[in-house]
T-cell receptor
Framework: GQSLEQPSEVTAVEGAIVQINCTYQ??????LSWYQQHDGGAPTFLSY????GLEETGRFSSFLSRSDSYGYLLLQELQMKDSASYFC????????????FGTGTKLQVIP | NAGVTQTPKFRVLKTGQSMTLLCAQD?????MYWYRQDPGMGLRLIHY???????AKGEVPDGYNVSRLKKQNFLLGLESAAPSQTSVYFC????????????????FGPGTRLTVT
């Protein structure tokens, strides 16, 4: 089966940098995704890493180490609107585009 | 381009009642999914479809049925609702890619909040 671990809550100050870690165990690993979900809203896709290294998209970056089964999401220049839950998700083999989500990290940005 | 839409947005059912949740997408995606989200548990896959006329069970399929008669629609049915099915239900879709490639990006609908009393 698949399992993912990420912290349940993180608090950070506006303007600072925060890193949300994700470790996973899965067979037939394809890649690691990150989704953002505001309270009462739908998850929205942020990034995807299939290869080792850092992917940057504006203030957000995502990192993957396949050998360590580990990845992280880095948020820079935090803004109040970044307060949300962040989910890592592994894509893995299974006959279709199978994705298993972690339980999410609730990020609170404080002034 | 509306993306993924879900009907209804809210619903309250009594135990034993039935209902159907409708998901529609206008992006011509092959794959569609139904998830449920409970506090502290992330998103769990109920059923999925890899194309028109095909469906398969996900992680938590018991108590639910699905149908995909048209490519753009994916229906989730509860035949006899139970309080344990109180949850937020999300539909998602994604495009086809060669197995092992692609971004595996899923597009989510706004969700349906279901309460079973």
């Amino acid at each position: 089966g698949q399992s993912l671990e990420q912290p349940s809550e993180v608090t950070a100050v506006e303007g600072a940098i925060v890193q949300i870690n994700c470790t996973y165990q899965t067979s037939g690993f394809y890649g690691l995704s990150w989704y953002q979900q505001h309270d009462g809203g739908a998850p929205t896709f942020l990034s995807y890493n299939a290869l080792d290294g850092l992917e940057e998209t504006g203030r957000f970056s995502s990192f993957l180490s396949r050998s360590d089964s580990y990845g992280y999401l880095l948020l820079q220049e935090l803004q109040m609107k970044d307060s949300a839950s962040y989910f890592c998700a592994v894509s893995h083999s299974g006959g279709y585009q199978k994705v298993t989500f972690g339980t999410g990290t609730k990020l609170q940005v404080i002034p | 381009n509306a993306g993924v839409t879900q009907t209804p947005k809210f619903r309250v059912l009594k135990t034993g009642q039935s209902m159907t949740l409708l998901c529609a997408q206008d992006m011509n995606h092959e794959y569609m999914y139904w998830y449920r989200q409970d506090p502290g548990m992330g998103l769990r896959l109920i059923h999925y479809s890899v194309g028109e006329g095909t469906t398969a069970k996900g992680e938590v399929p018991d108590g639910y049925n699905v149908s995909r008669l048209k490519k753009q629609n994916f229906l989730l049915g509860l035949e006899s609702a139970a309080p344990s099915q109180t949850s937020v239900y999300f539909c998602a879709s994604s495009y086809t890619s060669i197995s092992g490639q692609g971004r595996y990006e899923q597009y989510f609908g706004p969700g349906t909040r279901l309460t079973v009393t």
